[in-house]
Protein backbone atom coordinates (compact mmCIF):
# COMPACT_ATOMS: atom_id res chain seq x y z
CA UNK A 1 0.00 0.00 0.00
CA UNK A 2 1.67 3.68 -1.13
CA UNK A 3 2.79 5.64 1.82
CA UNK A 4 0.36 8.88 2.70
CA UNK A 5 2.39 11.59 1.89
CA UNK A 6 3.33 14.09 4.59
CA UNK A 7 3.06 18.18 4.46
CA UNK A 8 4.32 20.43 7.38
CA UNK A 9 0.95 21.97 6.53
CA UNK A 10 -1.63 21.31 3.84
CA UNK A 11 -4.06 24.52 2.89
CA UNK A 12 -7.95 23.64 1.63
CA UNK A 13 -8.43 26.74 -0.61
CA UNK A 14 -6.63 28.75 -3.17
CA UNK A 15 -8.60 32.19 -2.79
CA UNK A 16 -6.66 35.45 -1.41
CA UNK A 17 -6.45 33.77 2.26
CA UNK A 18 -5.44 30.35 1.07
CA UNK A 19 -2.61 30.76 -2.31
CA UNK A 20 -0.80 33.78 -0.34
CA UNK A 21 -0.52 31.20 3.29
CA UNK A 22 1.04 28.80 0.68
CA UNK A 23 3.36 31.32 -0.78
CA UNK A 24 4.52 32.56 2.49
CA UNK A 25 4.62 29.11 3.84
CA UNK A 26 6.75 28.19 1.04
CA UNK A 27 9.02 31.07 1.54
CA UNK A 28 9.07 30.19 5.41
CA UNK A 29 10.87 26.82 4.19
CA UNK A 30 7.56 24.76 4.77
CA UNK A 31 6.62 21.45 3.06
CA UNK A 32 3.46 22.88 1.68
CA UNK A 33 0.46 21.29 -0.12
CA UNK A 34 -2.83 23.70 -1.51
CA UNK A 35 -5.46 21.55 -1.84
CA UNK A 36 -8.04 23.03 -4.27
CA UNK A 37 -11.73 21.90 -5.47
CA UNK A 38 -11.55 24.20 -9.12
CA UNK A 39 -9.22 23.74 -11.46
CA UNK A 40 -7.79 26.88 -11.07
CA UNK A 41 -6.31 29.27 -8.22
CA UNK A 42 -7.20 32.20 -7.05
CA UNK A 43 -11.13 31.68 -5.75
CA UNK A 44 -13.66 34.23 -5.69
CA UNK A 45 -11.56 37.13 -5.40
CA UNK A 46 -9.85 36.12 -8.78
CA UNK A 47 -12.51 34.38 -10.84
CA UNK A 48 -16.05 35.52 -10.16
CA UNK A 49 -15.05 38.70 -7.17
CA UNK A 50 -12.48 41.71 -7.23
CA UNK A 51 -10.55 41.14 -10.33
CA UNK A 52 -13.38 40.39 -12.57
CA UNK A 53 -16.07 43.34 -11.70
CA UNK A 54 -12.97 45.75 -11.78
CA UNK A 55 -12.26 45.21 -14.82
CA UNK A 56 -15.70 45.30 -16.06
CA UNK A 57 -16.42 48.68 -14.27
CA UNK A 58 -13.09 50.24 -15.91
CA UNK A 59 -14.76 49.12 -19.34
CA UNK A 60 -17.30 51.25 -18.10
CA UNK A 61 -15.34 54.09 -16.87
CA UNK A 62 -13.69 54.02 -20.78
CA UNK A 63 -17.59 53.93 -22.21
CA UNK A 64 -18.21 56.96 -20.03
CA UNK A 65 -15.50 58.95 -21.04
CA UNK A 66 -16.57 57.85 -24.83
CA UNK A 67 -20.24 59.11 -24.07
CA UNK A 68 -18.55 62.27 -22.39
CA UNK A 69 -15.66 62.60 -25.23
CA UNK A 70 -17.33 66.23 -25.99
CA UNK A 71 -16.74 67.64 -22.56
CA UNK A 72 -12.72 66.73 -23.53
CA UNK A 73 -13.02 68.40 -26.78
CA UNK A 74 -13.32 65.28 -28.79
CA UNK A 75 -15.08 64.55 -31.40
CA UNK A 76 -16.67 60.85 -31.53
CA UNK A 77 -19.56 59.96 -33.38
CA UNK A 78 -19.82 55.99 -33.49
CA UNK A 79 -19.33 53.52 -30.54
CA UNK A 80 -20.68 51.03 -29.06
CA UNK A 81 -20.23 48.08 -26.24
CA UNK A 82 -19.08 45.15 -28.02
CA UNK A 83 -19.93 43.07 -24.76
CA UNK A 84 -18.04 39.60 -26.55
CA UNK A 85 -14.73 42.06 -26.41
CA UNK A 86 -15.67 43.33 -22.88
CA UNK A 87 -16.02 39.59 -21.91
CA UNK A 88 -13.05 38.64 -23.86
CA UNK A 89 -11.00 41.20 -21.69
CA UNK A 90 -12.06 40.69 -18.40
CA UNK A 91 -11.45 37.01 -19.17
CA UNK A 92 -7.53 37.72 -20.46
CA UNK A 93 -6.92 39.73 -17.05
CA UNK A 94 -8.30 36.91 -15.09
CA UNK A 95 -6.42 34.31 -16.63
CA UNK A 96 -3.38 36.33 -16.45
CA UNK A 97 -3.33 36.61 -13.04
CA UNK A 98 -4.23 33.00 -12.20
CA UNK A 99 -1.64 31.76 -14.26
CA UNK A 100 0.54 34.29 -11.70
CA UNK A 101 -0.40 32.33 -8.92
CA UNK A 102 0.11 29.38 -10.55
CA UNK A 103 3.78 30.81 -11.30
CA UNK A 104 4.11 31.42 -7.77
CA UNK A 105 3.81 28.45 -6.40
CA UNK A 106 6.27 26.99 -8.72
CA UNK A 107 8.78 29.53 -7.53
CA UNK A 108 8.13 29.02 -3.77
CA UNK A 109 7.57 25.09 -4.01
CA UNK A 110 4.09 25.12 -3.16
CA UNK A 111 2.67 21.46 -4.13
CA UNK A 112 -1.31 21.87 -5.14
CA UNK A 113 -3.58 19.15 -5.89
CA UNK A 114 -7.16 19.67 -7.41
CA UNK A 115 -9.86 17.76 -5.25
CA UNK A 116 -12.18 18.29 -2.29
CA UNK A 117 -10.41 18.63 1.20
CA UNK A 118 -12.06 17.70 4.35
CA UNK A 119 -10.52 17.31 7.66
CA UNK A 120 -10.31 13.58 8.63
CA UNK A 121 -9.25 13.68 12.38
CA UNK A 122 -6.34 15.44 14.17
CA UNK A 123 -3.63 16.06 11.35
CA UNK A 124 -5.32 14.46 8.47
CA UNK A 125 -6.91 15.38 5.68
CA UNK A 126 -9.18 13.67 2.70
CA UNK A 127 -8.80 14.52 -0.82
CA UNK A 128 -11.64 13.39 -3.20
CA UNK A 129 -10.78 14.61 -6.86
CA UNK A 130 -13.54 14.68 -9.41
CA UNK A 131 -13.94 11.22 -9.87
CA UNK A 132 -14.85 10.39 -6.25
CA UNK A 133 -11.37 8.96 -5.22
CA UNK A 134 -10.33 9.58 -1.82
CA UNK A 135 -6.61 9.87 -1.07
CA UNK A 136 -4.93 10.45 2.37
CA UNK A 137 -2.72 13.44 3.43
CA UNK A 138 -0.97 13.99 7.09
CA UNK A 139 0.46 17.50 8.07
CA UNK A 140 0.87 18.29 11.90
CA UNK A 141 -0.94 21.73 10.80
CA UNK A 142 -3.96 22.62 8.30
CA UNK A 143 -5.52 26.12 7.24
CA UNK A 144 -8.67 25.87 6.05
CA UNK A 145 -9.63 28.74 3.73
CA UNK A 146 -12.86 27.81 1.78
CA UNK A 147 -13.86 31.08 1.63
CA UNK A 148 -17.57 31.75 0.87
CA UNK A 149 -21.19 31.55 -1.63
CA UNK A 150 -23.41 34.06 -2.20
CA UNK A 151 -26.24 33.78 -0.24
CA UNK A 152 -29.87 32.60 -1.64
CA UNK A 153 -32.94 31.80 -0.83
CA UNK A 154 -35.81 29.62 -1.80
CA UNK A 155 -38.03 31.25 -4.58
CA UNK A 156 -34.80 33.05 -5.46
CA UNK A 157 -32.32 30.44 -6.99
CA UNK A 158 -30.25 31.47 -9.81
CA UNK A 159 -30.86 30.13 -12.96
CA UNK A 160 -28.14 31.69 -14.69
CA UNK A 161 -30.14 33.75 -16.80
CA UNK A 162 -32.78 35.88 -15.16
CA UNK A 163 -32.03 35.39 -11.30
CA UNK A 164 -28.96 36.00 -10.90
CA UNK A 165 -25.60 35.84 -8.23
CA UNK A 166 -22.61 37.48 -8.31
CA UNK A 167 -21.27 34.52 -10.71
CA UNK A 168 -24.19 34.16 -13.03
CA UNK A 169 -23.99 37.87 -13.35
CA UNK A 170 -20.14 37.66 -14.69
CA UNK A 171 -21.56 35.45 -17.60
CA UNK A 172 -24.24 37.31 -18.99
CA UNK A 173 -24.19 36.68 -23.21
CA UNK A 174 -25.56 40.27 -23.60
CA UNK A 175 -26.23 43.38 -21.62
CA UNK A 176 -29.88 42.81 -20.04
CA UNK A 177 -32.60 45.90 -20.86
CA UNK A 178 -33.26 46.34 -16.78
CA UNK A 179 -32.19 44.86 -13.51
CA UNK A 180 -32.98 45.07 -10.49
CA UNK A 181 -30.53 45.04 -7.47
CA UNK A 182 -31.09 43.33 -4.55
CA UNK A 183 -29.08 44.81 -1.35
CA UNK A 184 -26.68 47.32 -1.73
CA UNK A 185 -23.88 46.58 -0.25
CA UNK A 186 -20.91 46.68 -1.71
CA UNK A 187 -21.55 44.01 -4.56
CA UNK A 188 -24.53 45.18 -5.39
CA UNK A 189 -24.00 48.77 -5.93
CA UNK A 190 -20.47 47.74 -7.67
CA UNK A 191 -23.03 46.12 -10.07
CA UNK A 192 -25.71 48.93 -10.52
CA UNK A 193 -22.88 50.84 -11.16
CA UNK A 194 -21.40 48.86 -13.60
CA UNK A 195 -24.48 47.70 -15.66
CA UNK A 196 -26.07 51.09 -15.40
CA UNK A 197 -23.30 52.72 -17.29
CA UNK A 198 -23.50 50.15 -19.89
CA UNK A 199 -27.35 51.41 -20.47
CA UNK A 200 -29.16 48.91 -18.10
CA UNK A 201 -32.16 50.59 -16.30
CA UNK A 202 -31.31 49.75 -12.77
CA UNK A 203 -33.34 49.88 -9.51
CA UNK A 204 -31.76 49.24 -6.49
CA UNK A 205 -33.88 47.83 -3.33
CA UNK A 206 -32.45 47.66 0.05
CA UNK A 207 -34.20 46.25 3.25
CA UNK A 208 -32.18 48.58 5.51
CA UNK A 209 -32.23 52.42 5.52
CA UNK A 210 -29.29 53.03 3.76
CA UNK A 211 -27.44 52.09 0.42
CA UNK A 212 -23.81 50.77 1.87
CA UNK A 213 -24.91 50.50 5.65
CA UNK A 214 -21.60 49.71 6.97
CA UNK A 215 -20.21 53.28 5.55
CA UNK A 216 -20.12 56.51 7.70
CA UNK A 217 -24.12 57.65 7.34
CA UNK A 218 -22.88 60.79 5.10
CA UNK A 219 -21.15 58.56 2.98
CA UNK A 220 -24.51 56.81 1.99
CA UNK A 221 -26.69 59.75 1.68
CA UNK A 222 -24.09 61.65 -0.77
CA UNK A 223 -24.08 57.82 -2.75
CA UNK A 224 -27.67 57.56 -3.15
CA UNK A 225 -27.86 60.80 -3.85
CA UNK A 226 -25.45 60.62 -6.92
CA UNK A 227 -27.14 57.42 -7.95
CA UNK A 228 -30.07 59.23 -8.27
CA UNK A 229 -28.79 62.19 -10.10
CA UNK A 230 -27.47 59.35 -12.39
CA UNK A 231 -30.36 57.62 -12.95
CA UNK A 232 -29.83 54.68 -10.71
CA UNK A 233 -33.09 53.94 -9.13
CA UNK A 234 -32.92 53.16 -5.39
CA UNK A 235 -35.36 52.62 -2.62
CA UNK A 236 -34.31 51.64 0.58
CA UNK A 237 -36.40 49.87 3.81
CA UNK A 238 -38.00 48.04 0.79
CA UNK A 239 -37.97 44.46 1.64
CA UNK A 240 -38.11 42.44 -1.46
CA UNK A 241 -40.85 39.24 -0.93
CA UNK A 242 -41.11 37.49 -4.16
CA UNK A 243 -39.77 36.84 -7.08
CA UNK A 244 -41.73 35.19 -9.87
CA UNK A 245 -40.29 34.47 -13.72
CA UNK A 246 -42.48 36.00 -16.80
CA UNK A 247 -42.06 35.49 -20.10
CA UNK A 248 -40.09 38.55 -20.69
CA UNK A 249 -37.66 38.57 -17.15
CA UNK A 250 -38.53 38.61 -13.45
CA UNK A 251 -41.56 40.71 -11.62
CA UNK A 252 -40.15 41.36 -8.01
CA UNK A 253 -42.71 42.29 -4.91
CA UNK A 254 -41.82 44.00 -2.24
CA UNK A 255 -43.23 46.18 0.59
CA UNK A 256 -42.11 49.07 0.06
CA UNK A 257 -40.71 51.85 2.57
CA UNK A 258 -44.07 53.07 3.12
CA UNK A 259 -45.13 49.42 4.59
CA UNK A 260 -47.21 48.97 1.36
CA UNK A 261 -46.87 46.37 -1.23
CA UNK A 262 -44.61 47.18 -4.33
CA UNK A 263 -44.04 45.08 -7.69
CA UNK A 264 -41.46 46.00 -10.73
CA UNK A 265 -40.87 44.06 -13.36
CA UNK A 266 -37.07 43.50 -15.17
CA UNK A 267 -35.37 41.21 -17.48
CA UNK A 268 -32.97 40.69 -14.75
CA UNK A 269 -32.86 40.41 -10.83
CA UNK A 270 -29.34 40.22 -9.04
CA UNK A 271 -29.43 38.51 -5.37
CA UNK A 272 -26.72 40.32 -3.82
CA UNK A 273 -27.43 40.06 0.27
CA UNK A 274 -24.67 38.65 1.83
CA UNK A 275 -22.30 35.53 1.95
CA UNK A 276 -22.17 32.04 3.75
CA UNK A 277 -19.19 30.66 4.40
CA UNK A 278 -18.18 27.50 2.99
CA UNK A 279 -18.30 25.07 6.15
CA UNK A 280 -20.38 22.64 5.04
CA UNK A 281 -18.35 19.13 4.08
CA UNK A 282 -15.24 20.26 5.70
CA UNK A 283 -15.35 17.66 8.45
CA UNK A 284 -15.27 20.29 11.15
CA UNK A 285 -18.23 18.25 12.94
CA UNK A 286 -15.57 15.66 14.21
CA UNK A 287 -13.47 18.39 15.47
CA UNK A 288 -13.69 20.72 18.42
CA UNK A 289 -13.55 23.75 15.60
CA UNK A 290 -16.51 25.98 16.76
CA UNK A 291 -18.84 27.65 14.20
CA UNK A 292 -21.16 30.81 14.63
CA UNK A 293 -23.86 31.26 12.64
CA UNK A 294 -22.17 28.93 10.23
CA UNK A 295 -18.55 31.02 10.46
CA UNK A 296 -15.26 29.63 12.01
CA UNK A 297 -14.53 30.99 14.93
CA UNK A 298 -10.69 31.65 15.47
CA UNK A 299 -8.02 33.25 17.91
CA UNK A 300 -6.22 36.98 16.91
CA UNK A 301 -3.38 34.25 15.21
CA UNK A 302 -6.86 32.61 13.32
CA UNK A 303 -6.20 29.46 15.21
CA UNK A 304 -9.62 27.32 15.68
CA UNK A 305 -10.38 25.07 18.77
CA UNK A 306 -8.86 22.26 17.43
CA UNK A 307 -4.91 22.25 17.63
CA UNK A 308 -3.17 23.07 14.49
CA UNK A 309 -5.81 23.69 12.57
CA UNK A 310 -6.04 27.55 11.43
CA UNK A 311 -9.30 29.20 9.58
CA UNK A 312 -8.27 32.33 7.52
CA UNK A 313 -10.84 34.25 5.16
CA UNK A 314 -14.33 34.97 4.39
CA UNK A 315 -15.05 31.81 6.07
CA UNK A 316 -14.35 33.37 9.44
CA UNK A 317 -16.46 34.72 12.47
CA UNK A 318 -16.66 38.31 12.59
CA UNK A 319 -14.20 38.88 9.62
CA UNK A 320 -14.94 41.36 7.23
CA UNK A 321 -15.27 39.45 3.98
CA UNK A 322 -12.73 41.30 2.38
CA UNK A 323 -9.26 39.38 0.18
CA UNK A 324 -7.02 41.71 1.80
CA UNK A 325 -8.22 40.66 4.81
CA UNK A 326 -7.88 37.15 3.91
CA UNK A 327 -4.35 37.70 2.78
CA UNK A 328 -3.47 39.15 5.93
CA UNK A 329 -5.29 36.50 8.15
CA UNK A 330 -3.26 34.10 5.81
CA UNK A 331 0.25 35.41 6.69
CA UNK A 332 -0.26 35.64 10.51
CA UNK A 333 -2.35 32.39 10.27
CA UNK A 334 0.75 30.22 8.21
CA UNK A 335 4.10 32.50 10.34
CA UNK A 336 1.94 31.46 13.62
CA UNK A 337 2.04 27.75 12.30
CA UNK A 338 5.59 28.10 11.60
CA UNK A 339 6.30 29.17 14.72
CA UNK A 340 7.55 32.56 13.92
CA UNK A 341 6.74 35.70 15.35
CA UNK A 342 4.25 37.30 14.01
CA UNK A 343 1.90 40.56 14.95
CA UNK A 344 -1.55 39.22 15.61
CA UNK A 345 -4.71 40.50 13.71
CA UNK A 346 -6.09 44.47 14.55
CA UNK A 347 -9.62 44.07 12.68
CA UNK A 348 -9.31 48.17 13.61
CA UNK A 349 -7.24 49.16 10.92
CA UNK A 350 -9.01 47.75 7.67
CA UNK A 351 -9.15 49.71 4.71
CA UNK A 352 -13.32 49.09 3.44
CA UNK A 353 -13.59 49.92 -0.73
CA UNK A 354 -16.72 50.18 -2.82
CA UNK A 355 -15.87 50.78 -6.61
CA UNK A 356 -19.16 51.96 -7.45
CA UNK A 357 -18.95 54.88 -9.00
CA UNK A 358 -18.37 57.18 -7.37
CA UNK A 359 -16.59 55.37 -5.02
CA UNK A 360 -16.73 54.61 -1.62
CA UNK A 361 -13.60 54.02 0.74
CA UNK A 362 -13.07 53.90 4.71
CA UNK A 363 -10.94 52.87 7.64
CA UNK A 364 -11.69 53.13 10.93
CA UNK A 365 -15.03 54.37 13.45
CA UNK A 366 -17.37 56.06 11.75
CA UNK A 367 -18.36 59.79 13.29
CA UNK A 368 -21.66 58.13 15.21
CA UNK A 369 -19.08 54.87 16.73
CA UNK A 370 -16.73 57.23 17.62
CA UNK A 371 -19.29 59.44 19.81
CA UNK A 372 -20.90 56.27 21.08
CA UNK A 373 -17.28 54.98 21.78
CA UNK A 374 -17.42 58.34 24.06
CA UNK A 375 -15.08 60.30 22.16
CA UNK A 376 -14.63 64.13 22.02
CA UNK A 377 -15.19 63.95 18.20
CA UNK A 378 -13.52 66.94 15.82
CA UNK A 379 -14.29 66.11 12.31
CA UNK A 380 -12.97 67.43 9.49
CA UNK A 381 -14.66 67.62 5.62
CA UNK A 382 -13.18 68.62 2.02
CA UNK A 383 -14.97 68.35 -1.35
CA UNK A 384 -13.58 67.15 -4.46
CA UNK A 385 -15.68 70.28 -5.71
CA UNK A 386 -12.95 72.52 -4.01
CA UNK A 387 -10.13 70.24 -5.74
CA UNK A 388 -8.21 71.01 -8.42
CA UNK A 389 -7.06 67.78 -9.91
CA UNK A 390 -10.80 66.87 -9.82
CA UNK A 391 -11.69 69.53 -11.49
CA UNK A 392 -9.10 68.52 -14.36
CA UNK A 393 -10.84 65.32 -14.33
CA UNK A 394 -14.20 66.45 -14.39
CA UNK A 395 -15.16 64.28 -11.23
CA UNK A 396 -16.24 66.62 -8.70
CA UNK A 397 -18.15 64.61 -6.42
CA UNK A 398 -18.42 63.93 -3.13
CA UNK A 399 -15.75 64.58 0.05
CA UNK A 400 -12.94 63.08 1.98
CA UNK A 401 -13.99 63.25 5.90
CA UNK A 402 -11.71 62.70 8.76
CA UNK A 403 -12.95 61.81 12.11
CA UNK A 404 -10.59 62.70 15.06
CA UNK A 405 -10.53 62.80 18.84
CA UNK A 406 -10.30 66.51 20.37
CA UNK A 407 -7.88 65.70 22.57
CA UNK A 408 -5.10 64.86 20.93
CA UNK A 409 -6.03 65.20 17.73
CA UNK A 410 -5.94 60.87 16.89
CA UNK A 411 -7.48 60.03 13.90
CA UNK A 412 -10.60 57.44 14.48
CA UNK A 413 -11.88 57.06 11.32
CA UNK A 414 -11.55 58.52 7.36
CA UNK A 415 -14.35 58.31 5.07
CA UNK A 416 -13.90 59.12 1.64
CA UNK A 417 -16.28 59.62 -1.46
CA UNK A 418 -15.42 60.52 -4.94
CA UNK A 419 -13.02 59.93 -7.56
CA UNK A 420 -10.21 57.13 -7.12
CA UNK A 421 -10.51 57.28 -3.05
CA UNK A 422 -9.94 53.60 -3.27
CA UNK A 423 -6.47 54.37 -4.57
CA UNK A 424 -6.09 57.16 -1.53
CA UNK A 425 -7.50 55.28 1.58
CA UNK A 426 -3.87 53.45 2.07
CA UNK A 427 -2.28 56.70 3.55
CA UNK A 428 -5.25 57.18 5.91
CA UNK A 429 -4.72 53.31 7.38
CA UNK A 430 -0.63 54.02 7.10
CA UNK A 431 -1.11 57.32 9.69
CA UNK A 432 -3.67 55.43 11.70
CA UNK A 433 -0.90 52.41 12.29
CA UNK A 434 1.28 55.05 12.80
CA UNK A 435 -0.19 56.27 15.66
CA UNK A 436 -0.84 59.36 13.56
CA UNK A 437 -2.69 62.63 14.51
CA UNK A 438 -5.06 64.72 12.42
CA UNK A 439 -2.31 67.65 12.33
CA UNK A 440 0.29 64.88 11.38
CA UNK A 441 -1.90 64.77 7.81
CA UNK A 442 -2.59 68.43 8.03
CA UNK A 443 1.44 68.81 7.84
CA UNK A 444 2.57 66.25 5.48
CA UNK A 445 3.33 68.32 2.16
CA UNK A 446 0.94 66.63 -0.14
CA UNK A 447 2.37 67.21 -3.99
CA UNK A 448 -0.29 69.17 -6.52
CA UNK A 449 -2.30 68.96 -8.45
CA UNK A 450 -3.56 65.97 -7.04
CA UNK A 451 -6.50 64.05 -5.65
CA UNK A 452 -4.50 63.46 -1.84
CA UNK A 453 -4.62 66.65 -1.46
CA UNK A 454 -8.23 66.66 -0.65
CA UNK A 455 -6.82 64.62 2.72
CA UNK A 456 -4.18 67.04 3.42
CA UNK A 457 -7.38 69.76 3.75
CA UNK A 458 -9.57 67.90 5.17
CA UNK A 459 -6.70 67.42 7.70
CA UNK A 460 -6.62 71.86 7.89
CA UNK A 461 -10.50 71.35 7.67
CA UNK A 462 -10.77 70.03 11.67
CA UNK A 463 -9.39 73.03 12.68
CA UNK A 464 -11.29 75.07 10.20
CA UNK A 465 -8.20 76.22 8.48
CA UNK A 466 -9.11 74.16 4.88
CA UNK A 467 -7.09 76.56 2.34
CA UNK A 468 -9.61 75.93 -0.94
CA UNK A 469 -13.09 76.36 0.53
C1 LIG B 1 -18.70 40.27 -6.72
C2 LIG B 1 -17.64 40.37 -5.65
C3 LIG B 1 -16.72 41.38 -5.71
C4 LIG B 1 -15.74 41.48 -4.73
N1 LIG B 1 -14.86 42.50 -4.80
C5 LIG B 1 -13.92 42.64 -3.83
C6 LIG B 1 -12.98 43.69 -3.89
O1 LIG B 1 -12.97 44.50 -4.82
N2 LIG B 1 -12.05 43.77 -2.91
C7 LIG B 1 -12.02 42.89 -1.86
O2 LIG B 1 -11.16 43.01 -0.98
N3 LIG B 1 -12.91 41.87 -1.79
C8 LIG B 1 -13.85 41.73 -2.74
N4 LIG B 1 -14.72 40.67 -2.69
C9 LIG B 1 -14.59 39.71 -1.58
C10 LIG B 1 -13.47 38.72 -1.87
O3 LIG B 1 -13.68 38.10 -3.11
C11 LIG B 1 -13.40 37.68 -0.76
O4 LIG B 1 -13.31 38.33 0.48
C12 LIG B 1 -12.20 36.77 -0.93
O5 LIG B 1 -12.25 36.08 -2.16
C13 LIG B 1 -12.12 35.77 0.21
O6 LIG B 1 -11.00 34.98 0.04
P1 LIG B 1 -10.92 33.51 0.64
O7 LIG B 1 -9.55 33.04 0.34
O8 LIG B 1 -11.40 33.51 2.02
O9 LIG B 1 -12.00 32.65 -0.17
P2 LIG B 1 -12.32 32.44 -1.70
O10 LIG B 1 -11.74 33.49 -2.55
O11 LIG B 1 -13.80 32.24 -1.75
O12 LIG B 1 -11.57 31.09 -2.06
C14 LIG B 1 -11.92 29.88 -1.49
C15 LIG B 1 -11.39 28.76 -2.34
O13 LIG B 1 -11.58 27.53 -1.66
C16 LIG B 1 -12.02 26.54 -2.57
N5 LIG B 1 -12.72 25.53 -1.78
C17 LIG B 1 -13.89 25.66 -1.09
N6 LIG B 1 -14.16 24.52 -0.42
C18 LIG B 1 -13.16 23.66 -0.70
C19 LIG B 1 -12.87 22.34 -0.28
N7 LIG B 1 -13.62 21.70 0.60
N8 LIG B 1 -11.77 21.75 -0.78
C20 LIG B 1 -10.94 22.39 -1.65
N9 LIG B 1 -11.17 23.66 -2.06
C21 LIG B 1 -12.25 24.28 -1.57
C22 LIG B 1 -12.90 27.30 -3.53
O14 LIG B 1 -13.05 26.61 -4.75
C23 LIG B 1 -12.10 28.61 -3.68
O15 LIG B 1 -11.16 28.51 -4.71
C24 LIG B 1 -15.69 40.53 -3.67
C25 LIG B 1 -16.61 39.48 -3.63
C26 LIG B 1 -17.57 39.39 -4.61
C27 LIG B 1 -18.55 38.25 -4.55
Known amino acids: MAETPKYDIVIIGSGPGGYVAAIRAGQLGLKTLVVEKDDKFGGTCLHVGCIPTKALLLNAEVYDYFKNAKEFGIASKEFSVDWVAVQARKAKVV ?5 GVEFLFKKNKVESTQGYGRLAGPGRITVTDAKGQAREIQAPKIILATGSEAKTFPGFEPDGKTILTNKEILALKAVPKSMVVMGAGAVGVEF ?18 RAVPLEDEEISAELEKSFRRQGIAIETQAKVEKAAKTATGVAVSYTGSDGKPQAIEAETLLVAVG ?11 KTRVKLERGFVKVDPYMQTDEPGVYAVGDLVASSPLLAHVASREGIVAVTHAAGKP ?12 TY ?4 VSSVGLTERQAREAGHKVRVGKFPFAANSKASILGAREGFVKIVSDETYGE ?21 MRLEGTVDDLAHAIHPHPTLTEAVMEAAHAAHDWAIHV
Open 95 to 99: TKLAK
Open 192 to 209: ASIFHRFGTKVTILEMLP
Open 275 to 285: RSPNTQGLGLE
Open 342 to 353: IEPMNYNQIPNC
Open 356 to 359: CEPE
Open 411 to 431: ILGVHMLGPRVTEMIAEAVVA
